[in-house]
């Protein structure tokens, strides 16, 4: 009777990737431990207004302490994302995992400077909370889709297409929504196309190509 033996497991990403995922976990489980009730309307503020959703002030708001915690947590998995499709591909920059971080600061910086140019920052409260709940959002569902991938790397290219529809998703919804935002609260027409074309669209644009010149290179 022959023997069964048993062959062990070759993972195309690094070991870390798992320890940062662990990491990303125990973020949410502080995160419900001091803040419980952050979980049961966080999906309530896809169909409404962020600023009438009552954990909002405090746990959307950009200074709130749960607010980073939950951004952290983004930080971590969006990064980790971005090492795991570099890894597929070949293409090693320890740098990319802060990607994720500076865009968001970008974003928070732009938007504060869009609001002090244009004299309307009190009116662009609403998208600091949806630009939060956003990556919020976007770091709750990252962490499933990232185990799943470190167990199926043989199907790790449909896993890049569900990144890059879960990316581009979030990003269309948070534009939509801030248009939105901005034409109730009566913000000019030519402020809002200045800020999507320089802050929104523009940046995207620079780094995809600027991406794909290093994949060439």
């Not at 320890?19 to 309307?41: E, M, S, T």
């Not at 976007?138 to 290219?157: A, M």
């Not at 935002?181 to 940046?203: H, S, V």
Request: contains cysteine; positive net charge; aromatic residues 20%.
């Amino acid at each position: 009777m022959d023997e069964m033996q048993l062959i062990e497991r070759e993972s195309m990403f690094p070991t870390w990737v798992l320890y940062a995922l662990l990491v990303a976990v125990g973020i949410l489980a502080l995160v419900k431990l001091w803040r419980p009730v952050i979980f049961q309307y966080i999906t309530a503020t896809f169909v409404k207004p962020p600023s009438t959703i009552p954990y909002s002030r405090e746990n959307l708001s950009f200074f709130g302490r749960a607010s980073w915690m939950l951004l952290l947590n983004y930080f971590v998995v969006a990064g980790i994302s971005i090492s795991m499709v570099s890894t597929y591909y070949g293409f090693q920059q320890d740098l990319l995992i802060f990607v994720p971080t500076f865009y968001f600061l970008f974003q928070a910086i732009s938007l504060f400077m869009a609001g002090g140019v244009s004299g309307e920052l009190k009116k662009l409260n609403e998208h600091f909370l949806l630009l939060n709940f956003t990556y919020h959002t976007l770091g709750l569902l990252l962490i499933p889709l990232l185990l799943i991938w470190l167990l199926n790397v043989n199907y790790s290219i449909y896993f890049i297409y569900t990144l890059a529809i879960l990316f581009s998703f979030f990003w269309l919804l948070r534009v939509v929504r801030g248009i939105f935002f901005a034409l109730r609260n009566n913000i000019l027409w030519y402020y809002i196309i200045l800020y999507l074309c320089t802050l929104e669209i523009w940046p995207l644009v620079a780094f995809y190509v600027l991406l794909i010149a290093d994949f060439k290179r």
